[in-house]
């Protein structure tokens, strides 16, 4: 009983695809459809005779005058389409050159601010970050060894000149020392002179 009814069922379905598919079949006609369709209607409409037996088939002028107006129809659709793309390509293209310049610029100036970041002015001249600290750190190493040498100079110097100061105070004390001799020196042989002129100067 099972396998009648799926019988039944099966010969309905197959029925109504049938009907459904005669239904859904294309209408040919020269006045829609591609161009394809358009062909194949030329082609189930025309006649055809045998002449010395050649199959010749016999087409209506109106028949090709239409479908050769089609043709040239969609000729001139599809030429407008492809100008149409073809201005549309070459604008997306002009788009494209555009955005390519702005972004090669735009790269330039990222690339410059980079340099510009990792790089320092120094005496107007624009050098890496790393030369300039070197450079830097060299000046002031430089200079504090320049700082050392001049406080060890100046040691020295005062030094020098402590010794010279004390060198010049026991010469002034040996000078005056040797001026007090000689005055007193002095002061005696005055007086020794001056003692024998007195000598001489008493009557005998």
Same mark, same amino acid.
Request: hydrophobic share 40%.
């Given at each position: 009983?099972?396998?009648?009814? /799926?019988?039944?069922?099966?010969?309905? &379905?197959?029925?109504?695809?049938?009907?459904?598919?005669?239904?859904?079949?294309?209408? +040919?006609? +020269? *006045?829609? @459809?591609?161009?394809? *369709?358009?062909?194949?209607?030329?082609?189930?409409?025309?006649?055809?005779?045998?002449?010395?037996?050649?199959?010749?088939?016999?087409?209506?002028?109106?028949?090709?005058?239409?479908?050769?107006?089609?043709?040239? *129809?969609?000729?001139? %659709?599809?030429?407008?389409?492809?100008?149409?793309?073809?201005?549309?390509?070459?604008?997306?293209? !002009?788009?494209?050159?555009?955005?390519?310049?702005?972004?090669?610029?735009? #790269?330039?100036?990222?690339?410059? %601010?980079?340099?510009?970041?990792?790089?320092?002015?120094?005496?107007?001249?624009?050098?890496?970050?790393? #030369?300039?600290?070197?450079? &830097?750190?060299?000046? /002031?190493? @430089?200079?504090?060894?320049?700082?050392?040498?001049?406080?060890?100079?100046?040691?020295?110097? !005062?030094? &020098? #000149?402590?010794?010279?100061?004390?060198?010049?105070?026991?010469?002034? *004390?040996?000078?005056?020392?040797?001026?007090?001799?000689? +005055?007193?020196?002095?002061?005696?042989?005055?007086?020794?002179?001056?003692?024998?002129?007195?000598?001489?100067?008493?009557?005998?």
């Amino acid at each position: 009983m099972k396998g009648f009814k /799926i019988l039944i069922i099966s010969i309905t &379905l197959f029925a109504f695809n049938l009907q459904y598919g005669q239904q859904e079949e294309k209408v +040919l006609s +020269l *006045d829609e @459809g591609p161009l394809v *369709d358009q062909f194949e209607f030329l082609t189930k409409k025309s006649g055809n005779y045998n002449a010395n037996g050649i199959r010749y088939e016999v087409v209506k002028v109106g028949t090709i005058v239409k479908l050769r107006k089609n043709v040239l *129809d969609s000729m001139r %659709v599809a030429n407008q389409k492809a100008l149409e793309l073809q201005n549309k390509i070459s604008a997306q293209e !002009n788009t494209i050159s555009s955005l390519n310049a702005k972004l090669k610029e735009t #790269t330039e100036n990222l690339t410059s %601010v980079t340099e510009e970041k990792d790089s320092m002015s120094f005496f107007g001249l624009l050098v890496s970050k790393a #030369t300039y600290n070197i450079v &830097l750190w060299s000046i /002031i190493i @430089g200079l504090f060894v320049l700082l050392l040498l001049f406080i060890y100079k100046f040691r020295n110097s !005062n030094t &020098l #000149t402590q010794e010279a100061k004390t060198a010049l105070t026991e010469v002034e *004390d040996e000078f005056e020392q040797h001026r007090r001799r000689a +005055l007193e020196r002095e002061q005696k042989i005055s007086r020794q002179l001056q003692d024998e002129l007195n000598k001489q100067k008493k009557p005998k």
